[in-house]
């Protein structure tokens, strides 16, 4: 099989290192791609967001499989035109994608399917903006509507502080979305979508938040593990039934049915599992360590959901043991990053590349400010998680820094899902 993985962050690394693993995998190619996918891929220029290029580039390369790995492309329809040329592609279409595109969009799918989330509003007048803070509280949660690369999100005590974010969305013309806040721990559920054909992956769980002990602003993910010692299969299996399953019906009723990865994210409350979001796609950092579990050859699986013949009986096989993926990020991030920055000990196993890019003269530099995940595996989570902070002591890039806390409080099991 030839494969195109469109993308460049540490997710499209992961699917491509996966991707590899498969027997059935004959060439691979990656687009754009960073300077840690072109060791392990054909590399090829591409505007992930423009369909025609894409199409254009999966016909040069007569690839069997288009695998889309960022939500932007998905929302704007690259999917669709891939498919419309007659070739299978992974990711939803634009009309499903809506389920991350549009917050409203999918606050109306999850009320129609009967599924448990925040209450919200849509704020989208500067002037309505006070009195709809004061109906919510004691914690604000601030979201753009639209896509934000999960920094649009503003959990707050503090109404001013909730004020200023909303206001600034407003005035950037983007809809604001206040929500409830959701307690408990929070569970990260990727699941292969074929219509209503449910197939779900390890649970995983990210740390949103900057600082250790998830102080300072969100992050696109700072660090994720999987799978979760906290969360029973049978907690799992409910979830999908009571949640995954629902929704996906729900978008099939609504001639928009879902194909590729839907990823529900919850929060698990004293009053239940709640609905946080739903993203189009495979989720990073909890794929750099899903995937590197992940034995069942994914080629196979992503190109049964792109044609239609996914099967909810097809056993999915996972090393034992447990990994753990922490991202080195830029100085400044999730502020305006510093970019260029010489990068050494990136070759490694387990050093998945994101903000890369190689410089003439062969040097890696930092172009972004997720900059790369190292991967741990271990036994156990805890073997999981110094295996991946050994990694990463040996990766070096100046200014630097990352969480030193990924997994921590689940390997000294202090995470327990309230009335469990
Ligand atoms: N881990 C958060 C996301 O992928 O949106």
Known sequence: ??????????????????????????????????????????????????????????????????????????????????????????????????????????????????????????????????????????????????????????????????????????????????ESYLDGPEVSLFCLVDGTTVVPLLPAQDAKRVGDGDIGPNTGGMGAYAPLPWVPEALVRQLVEETVKPVAAELVRRGCGFSGLLYAGFALGAEGPAVVEFNCRFGDPETQAVLALLRTPLAGLLHATATGTLTEDCRLEWAGGAAVTVVLAAENYPGKPRIGDVLTGTDADGVLHAGTELR???????????????????????????????????????GGHHRSDIAARAVAGEITIPGA
Not at 125 to 133: G, N, R, Y
Not at 374 to 379: L, N
């Open 1 to 178: 099989m030839r494969v195109l993985v469109i993308g460049s962050g540490a997710r499209e690394h992961a699917l491509l290192l996966a991707l590899r693993r498969d027997p059935e995998v004959g060439e691979l190619f990656s687009a754009p791609g960073n300077a840690g996918t072109a060791r392990i891929a054909e590399q090829h220029p591409v505007n992930v967001v423009d369909g025609a290029d894409v199409t254009a580039l999966a016909r040069k390369l007569d690839v069997d499989l288009v695998v889309i790995g960022p939500e932007v492309p998905l929302v704007l329809g690259v999917a669709d035109a891939v498919r419309a040329a007659g070739i299978a592609c992974f990711g939803p279409s634009a009309a499903a994608a809506r389920i991350e595109g549009s917050k409203a969009f999918a606050k109306e799918v999850m009320a129609a399917a009967g599924v448990r989330t925040a209450h919200s509003e849509i704020v989208d007048t500067p002037a309505l903006l006070d009195a709809a803070l004061d109906r919510f509280g004691p914690h604000w949660v601030v979201k753009d509507d639209g896509l934000a690369a999960g920094k649009g999100v503003v959990v707050t005590r503090d109404w001013d502080v909730a004020r200023v974010h909303a206001a600034s969305l407003l005035e950037d013309g983007h809809p604001v979305l206040l």
């Open 360 to 398: 003439a003269d062969g040097a890696v530099v930092s172009a972004g400010g997720r900059v790369l995940s190292v991967v741990g595996t271990g036994v156990d989570l805890a073997a999981a998680r110094e295996d991946a902070y050994r990694r990463l002591a040996q990766v070096h890039l100046p």
